[in-house]
């Protein structure tokens, strides 16, 4: 069967595709083995079909590059909103515990202790130097705080003992003019305690449980415990 260029030029397209009869494939492969001017169109229609080709092919990949950045994108935000809560949580308890603390260093508990024991909890004692060995102490904050006034100079210490414990020395706070005040600690409330003075002749000696109410006194104490130390 012979078939003239128009009818070649309307069968190349189903040619490529595959779509034409096997009687017409032969027709048409005949005619252009013959034509020189059909062979060239088929050509030109095989090259645009290949670049038609990898012009698909290369917008899949980037539609697959393009869905993977998104997807990245999306596990980043997520993991980020993650560690945001996370943080907010943490600061938010942190800063709830901080307020408790304040509470508590503002409102400590008072109990009724045994005769002859001052109570460093409920009130600060002022008394002089000469007076404080005839003091027994109280404290259940884990600390006592000794501020020492004189008219000029003066220097000396504060011993701190364990009254229970036949007279057990514990610590030693240096003050003079300069740095007047002395603090002890990792004090027990179930311990009481003694004190006294060498070299502060004259002296007046406030001594409290050295609580500080503030808010960064308490944010320390919470990070404190927080972390063991």
């Given at each position: 069967?012979?078939l ?13 595709e595959?779509?034409?009869?096997e ?5 048409l492969?005949?005619h ?6 059909c062979?060239?169109?088929?050509g ?9 080709r ?9 539609v ?5 950045k998104v997807?990245r ?6 993991i980020?909103?993650?560690l ?10 942190i800063l ?6 304040m509470?508590r ?7 009724e202790?045994e ?5 460093l ?9 000469e007076?404080?060995g005839?003091?027994?102490f109280?404290?259940?904050s884990?600390?006592i ?6 008219d ?6 504060v011993?701190?003992?364990?009254k229970e414990?036949?007279g057990?020395f ?9 740095a007047s005040a002395?603090?002890?600690t990792?004090?027990s409330a ?5 004190m ?7 002296t ?12 960064w ?11 063991g130390?």
């Amino acid at each position: 069967m012979k078939l003239n260029c128009s009818i070649v030029e309307d069968l190349l397209p189903l040619y490529l595709e595959e779509l034409c009869s096997e009687e017409s494939k032969t027709a048409l492969e005949e005619h252009l083995h013959e034509c020189h001017a059909c062979m060239e169109k088929l050509g030109r229609m095989k090259s645009g079909d290949i670049l038609q080709r990898a012009e698909k092919q290369e917008a899949k990949h980037h539609v697959h590059d393009y869905a993977k950045k998104v997807r990245r994108h999306r596990i980043r935000i997520g993991i980020s909103i993650t560690l945001i809560c996370l943080l907010a949580v943490c600061v938010f308890s942190i800063l709830g515990l901080t307020i408790l603390d304040m509470r508590r260093e503002a409102n400590p508990a008072v109990f009724e202790l045994e005769d002859g024991v001052h109570d460093l909890t409920s009130a600060t004692l002022e008394i002089t130097s000469e007076e404080i060995g005839q003091y027994v102490f109280y404290t259940n904050s884990t600390k006592i705080k000794v501020i020492v006034e004189g008219d000029g100079h003066f220097q000396g210490t504060v011993m701190l003992w364990d009254k229970e414990g036949s007279g057990n020395f514990i610590q030693i706070g240096e003050v003079n003019e300069k740095a007047s005040a002395c603090i002890f600690t990792g004090l027990s409330a179930a311990m009481r305690y003694e004190m006294t003075c060498d070299g502060l002749a004259g002296t007046k000696i406030a001594v409290s449980d050295g609580r500080t109410n503030s808010f960064w006194n308490s944010l320390l104490n919470v990070l404190n415990e927080i972390t063991g130390n």
